[in-house]
């Protein structure tokens, strides 16, 4: 099944915008960002940490709701979804 | 009541949201933490829309690398304090407003204080130790908070109403990490803008704010789009019984 992804900011670039992952039908949100940390490369250092995990600043929603990093092996994902994912910025 | 001089002043947008409206934002107090990227055109903005008191705070003096940015500083400002070079230019820009400009860094002494009487607080910092303390202050007192910030190209916003919407822990229980970020005027213009007609927009009682949504601006992709955003039941400064 096809999960659409939308990067913003550093992330669409690294990432690219308004993609498209497979992911097997069932998939949990782990297995997609998987697919994302693939996709980013030796570029991935902003959004994944060194253990390969989500940097924790970094916002993380389903369909416009924000998912917990407490649920990222269990949330079950379908065809269609959209995930978006941003690093917040801090300057002013 | 208004001068005439005012009537004539804000004209233009008397014919938006009457003479009772105009009154509102003369009547207004705003605090504006922050004379920098996000400070200078948020300040300036609000000066000529009116607002009856602004208060700005910022610790720092002006350098010729704030320049590209900081549309308030000037060349002939470098070195001095960057609260008293924007209290000069926004009594230029309207001498009708009460303009009280802080050169101190904000923090728990004196947060209180800068704050204690305000409508609004507008979030204009560089870093987020600070905008947390904002945070919290606004959460203690009842007063909303705008929060926006910025890098590079992209930028984010959103709208703060205590016990009403989710706090910035809510929304970012993790900093970002600090950085000596890169970031071009224009970007800061555009939220600035955005933070700025909310504050007007709220100092009005209009509704439809920034309020649980996130503002993203992707400056290099020209897109602007707003998520939904919710109070964190365990969020650490906002929930009950562990809200200060």
């Keep these: 099944m096809k999960v659409r992804v939308k990067a913003f900011a550093r992330f669409r670039e690294i990432l690219g915008s308004d993609l498209a992952i497979e992911v097997p039908d069932g998939a949990v949100m782990t297995t997609a960002l998987s697919a994302l940390r693939d996709r980013a490369g030796d570029e991935g250092g902003t959004i994944f940490d060194e253990t390969g995990a989500l940097r924790t600043h970094v916002i993380l929603m389903r369909n416009g709701k924000r998912v917990k990093r407490s649920d990222?092996?269990?949330?079950?994902?379908?065809?269609?979804?959209?995930?978006?994912?941003?690093p917040p910025v801090a300057g002013g | 009541m208004l001068l005439e001089r005012e009537r004539e002043r804000y004209a233009r947008q008397i014919l938006l949201f009457g003479?009772?409206?105009?009154?509102?934002?003369?009547?207004?107090?705003?605090?504006?933490?922050?004379?920098?990227?996000?400070?200078?055109?948020?300040?300036?903005?609000?000066?000529?829309?009116?607002?009856?008191?602004?208060?700005?705070?910022?610790?720092?003096?002006?350098?010729?690398?704030?320049?590209?940015?900081?549309?308030?500083?000037?060349e002939r400002d470098l070195g001095t304090p960057k609260a008293g070079s924007a209290e000069a230019k926004l009594r230029e820009a309207n001498p009708d407003i009460r303009i009280k400009a802080f050169a101190t860094t904000i923090d728990e002494t004196n947060v209180r204080d800068l704050v204690a009487g305000a409508d609004l607080i507008v979030d204009a910092m560089d870093n987020f130790p600070t905008r947390y303390l904002l945070n919290r202050e606004a959460l203690r007192s009842g007063?909303?908070?705008?929060?926006?910030?910025?890098?590079?190209f992209d930028?984010?916003?959103?709208?703060?109403?205590?016990?009403?919407?989710?706090?910035?822990?809510?929304?970012?229980?993790?900093?970002?990490?600090?950085?000596?970020?890169p970031v071009v005027g224009t970007t800061p213009g555009v939220i600035g803008m955005i933070q700025a007609n909310e504050a007007i927009k709220y100092l009005l009682g209009r509704e439809d704010l920034l309020a649980n949504r996130l503002l993203l601006w992707d400056g290099m992709a020209t897109t602007l789009e707003t998520y939904t955003v919710e109070r964190r039941p365990d969020c650490p400064a906002c929930s009950p019984g562990v809200r200060p």
């Design chain 1, 72 to 86: 990222l092996d269990t949330l079950v994902l379908a065809d269609g979804d959209e995930v978006a994912v941003f």
């Design chain 2, 19 to 74: 003479e009772e409206g105009q009154e509102r934002l003369k009547g207004a107090k705003v605090f504006i933490a922050g004379a920098g990227g996000l400070g200078c055109p948020i300040a300036l903005y609000l000066a000529v829309a009116g607002i009856g008191e602004i208060r700005i705070a910022d610790r720092d003096t002006v350098d010729r690398t704030n320049l590209n940015r900081q549309v308030l500083h000037w």
């Design chain 2, 143 to 152: 007063v909303p908070l705008i929060h926006g910030a910025i890098r590079g």
């Design chain 2, 155 to 181: 930028g984010q916003a959103t709208t703060i109403v205590p016990g009403k919407t989710a706090c910035l822990e809510c929304i970012f229980p993790e900093a970002p990490p600090a950085e000596v970020f």
